[in-house]
């Protein structure tokens, strides 16, 4: 596929929206519409190795609270890691012992450029949270045992998709 144009349809603070005209093979144009969005982080925090500390928190496009995993965008320069003890600092207030990268994924690649970056810390310790957003000092915070989050999204409790990658990662028993 070539790119043949790009038109800029919106920008805002958090995504933007553009419409590519791509030129397949055949020479046919067809429009995409394509969500822009800055890198994030995934942060796995495991009290113990059967449990996850997750935050709940308003998320506005479901008109409720949820618990999820930490997770926030990354600031540039920043490496996943660094970002993964940013935003579990900022969300949480634990101060992170070490942080390790485990994988990363496209969010929705089909409209999105998302790319999310899986870390996971081990250790940490408990500080004070500071640099949040709005909202954010609303967060209520959690440790479930794994068996109580498989029976949340077997009871579609947990509706976080990158919680739910989260979960069946830490209940593999590869971490």
Not at 10 to 32: A, C, F
Request: proline content about 4%; aromatic content about 8%; overall charge negative.
């Amino acid at each position: 596929m070539d790119v043949v144009s790009t038109r800029r349809v919106y920008s805002g603070k958090v995504v933007g929206l553009r419409v590519d005209t791509l030129r397949g093979k055949n020479g046919k144009t067809h429009e995409v519409e394509v969500v822009e969005h800055a890198e994030a982080v995934v942060v796995i925090v495991r009290p113990r190795p059967d449990e996850l500390l997750l935050v709940k928190q308003y998320r506005h496009p479901l008109g409720r609270d949820h618990w999820e995993v930490v997770a926030g965008v990354m600031d540039p320069g920043e490496t996943p890691a660094e970002a993964a003890a940013r935003e579990l600092r900022e969300e949480t207030g634990y101060l992170a012992q070490r942080v390790e990268w485990l994988w990363s994924a496209f969010s929705a690649p089909g409209f999105c450029e998302e790319l999310l970056h899986f870390c996971v810390v081990d250790g940490y310790e408990i500080g004070e949270r500071s640099g949040f957003d709005a909202g954010e000092e609303e967060m209520e915070l959690g440790i479930f045992t794994l068996e109580d989050l498989w029976r949340k999204i077997r009871d579609d409790e947990l509706p976080d998709s990158k919680t739910q990658i989260a979960v069946l990662w830490a209940l593999s028993g590869r971490g």
